[in-house]
C-alpha cells in the first residue's frame, strides 16, 4: 500500500462543474496535509493546506479532512479551463518530510 | 510571500561535466530544503532532505557522491550533479520548508539534459 494514495484519474468535468479530488494516507501520525497544483513542465504551486478535521475554503477551493477516516479532498467548484492540471496531496509528520500521492490528472472542458 | 527561487532554470552539458543548482528562500529563513527529481509525465521523486549546518539525508537509491549537496546558510542549498550522464537528464525541483507555516515552498525548477 502507498502511503499517499490519489485517484488514478484522468479526471475530466465540464466547465462550471464541481471537481472532486481525494487522498488517503497511511500514517496516523500526519500532521500537515497539501494540495498542489503542477501545470505541465512547472513545479508544483501550493494551493491549499489543512491541518485540523472538517473543512477549509478559500475562494473556489475547499480542503476537506477527516483524520479517523485518513482522507483528504480538494473540492473545486466553478471549474475553469485553467484549473486543467495534476493536483498532487502531500501529507507531513511537521518535522519530516511530506509525503506526495501521484498525482490526479484534472481537465476542465469548456 | 514564500518566493523561492533556483538558478538556473535551463542548463545543457556535456556528459561528464559537473553542474551546480542553487536553490535559495527569497523572503523567509528555511532550516529545512528538499531536493526532487521528475521525469516526463512521473510523479516527484524526493531525493535528499537538507538541514542547514548539517550533512543531508538521503532516499534509499541516491547516490551521495553523484549529487552532492550544500546547505550552508538559513536561505541557501545547492545541489551538484557531479560526472553528468545523458540518464541524469531530468526536472529538478527544490522546496523550502518555511518554519513560520509549515508550508513547503517550491523552486521553479530547473530542466537538466545532458548530451
Known amino acids: 500500500q502507498k502511503e499517499v494514495e490519489q485517484n488514478s484519474g484522468p479526471l475530466s468535468v465540464p466547465e462550471g462543474a464541481i471537481a472532486s479530488l481525494n487522498c488517503t494516507y497511511s500514517d496516523r501520525g500526519s500532521q500537515s496535509f497539501f494540495w498542489y497544483r503542477q501545470y505541465s513542465g512547472k513545479s508544483p504551486e501550493l494551493i491549499m493546506s489543512i491541518y485540523s478535521n472538517g473543512d477549509k475554503e478559500d475562494g473556489r477551493f475547499t480542503a476537506q479532512l477527516n483524520k479517523a477516516s485518513q482522507y483528504v479532498s480538494l473540492l473545486i467548484r466553478d471549474s475553469q479551463p485553467s484549473d486543467s492540471a495534476t493536483y498532487l496531496c502531500a501529507v507531513n509528520t511537521n518535522a519530516g518530510k511530506s509525503t506526495f500521492g501521484d498525482g490526479t490528472t484534472l481537465t476542465v472542458k469548456p | 510571500g514564500a518566493v523561492v527561487s533556483q538558478h538556473p532554470s535551463r542548463v545543457i552539458c556535456k556528459s561528464g561535466t559537473s553542474v551546480k543548482i542553487e536553490c535559495r528562500s527569497l523572503?523567509?529563513?528555511?532550516?529545512?530544503m528538499f531536493w526532487y527529481r521528475q521525469f516526463p509525465k512521473k510523479s516527484l521523486m524526493l531525493m535528499a532532505t537538507s538541514n542547514e549546518g548539517s550533512k543531508a539525508t538521503y532516499e534509499q537509491g541516491v547516490e551521495k557522491d553523484k549529487f552532492l549537496i550544500n546547505h550552508a546558510s538559513l536561505t541557501l542549498s545547492t545541489l551538484t550533479v557531479t560526472s553528468a550522464h545523458p540518464e541524469d537528464s531530468s526536472f529538478y525541483i527544490c522546496?523550502?520548508?518555511?518554519?513560520?507555516?509549515?508550508?513547503?515552498?517550491f523552486g521553479p525548477g530547473t530542466r537538466l539534459t545532458v548530451l
Open positions: 522546496s523550502a520548508r518555511d518554519g513560520a507555516t509549515r508550508n513547503d515552498n
Open positions: 523572503d523567509f529563513q528555511a532550516t529545512t
